[in-house]
């Protein structure tokens, strides 16, 4: 019914930069909340970073001041632009979204399939 698509993943140099994108489609009315989390090698999976409807956002404390997101309400799409990557910023990064498929109806959590983030020089 619904599909995130991810883009944007790759290898980086510390200190450099990318910009994650990830996409919602199918059958949508309407999004809560998106947001991006992000999952290292032995570690559980940990929220990064999220946005409401209304532009709201919030950080964990370790990407604030160097990770932006941003959506696209008309698009439903979110961005993630990480500057100043650290080799710990080094994860699988995945995007969610929290979708209602009626005017009413109860909302669900989506997710993408992750895309991978390396920082190492």
């Known amino acids: 019914q619904v599909q995130l698509v991810e883009s944007g993943g790759g290898l980086v140099q510390p200190g450099g930069s990318l910009r994650l994108s990830c996409d919602a489609s199918?059958?949508?009315?309407?999004?809560?909340?998106m947001g991006w989390y992000r999952q290292a090698p032995g570690k559980e999976r940990e929220l990064v970073a999220v946005v409401t409807s209304d532009g709201s956002t919030n950080y964990d404390y370790s990407v604030k001041g160097r990770f932006t997101i941003s959506r696209d309400n008309a698009k439903n799409t979110v961005d993630l632009q990480m500057n100043s990557l650290k080799p710990e910023d080094t994860a699988v990064y995945y995007c969610y979204a929290d979708i209602r498929h009626y005017y009413g109806g109860s909302y669900y959590v989506y997710w993408g399939q992750g895309t991978q983030v390396t920082v190492s020089s």
């Open positions: 199918g059958r949508i009315f309407s999004i809560n909340t």
